[in-house]
């Protein structure tokens, strides 16, 4: 299955400032094995340009902004991340581009599986073949 979609997440909040959790199976629909963050990204970086075939994943810009650039080898869509409390949830062939990183952007990613280069299609065209021959 090949998809992506915003997860807004529930702000518990009280006077002494704001908490949000993300739990395997609720608001995260995977089983988490991997969690890995982007910082420090420098102006004008432009990062990901990559699909992959079976990775399950939700990044959450915790700090800061970011805009990630979605395409399903048929139509390309830009989604900006710019709350703690949206979660960009990524599915199957998808290729993904991040781009407009504040100075500030801390992008926190939860993965559903160890970090695997076999799973990468870094590839373009390579990347539309297999996505002709998924849909
Ligand atoms: C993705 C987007 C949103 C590791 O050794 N372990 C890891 O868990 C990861 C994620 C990366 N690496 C190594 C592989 C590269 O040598 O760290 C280096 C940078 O990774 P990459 O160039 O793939 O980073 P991005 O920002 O282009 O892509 C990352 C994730 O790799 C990718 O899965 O969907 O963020």
Redesign the pocket.
């Known amino acids: 299955m090949t998809s992506y979609k915003l997860v807004d997440f529930k702000t518990l909040g009280d006077e002494r400032g704001s908490l949000i959790a993300i739990e395997e199976g609720y608001n995260a629909p995977f089983d988490i094995k991997?969690v890995?963050y982007?910082f420090g990204t420098k102006e004008g970086v432009e990062?990901?340009?990559?699909a992959?075939i079976n990775?399950k994943?939700m990044?959450i810009a915790v700090k800061g902004s970011c805009t990630?650039v979605l395409d399903d080898g048929t139509k390309k869509e830009e989604v900006k991340l710019d709350n703690p409390n949206k979660g960009l949830f990524?599915e199957g062939l998808i290729w993904?581009e991040?781009k407009d990183f504040s100075e500030d952007c801390v992008?926190v990613?939860l993965?559903s599986e160890?970090?695997d280069?076999s799973?990468?299609i870094?590839d373009y065209d390579k990347f539309l073949e297999e996505a002709k021959n998924d849909s």
């Open positions: 991997r890995y982007i990062r990901g340009f990559h992959h990775l994943q990044a990630f990524i993904r991040m992008l990613v993965a160890h970090y280069e799973d990468y870094r």
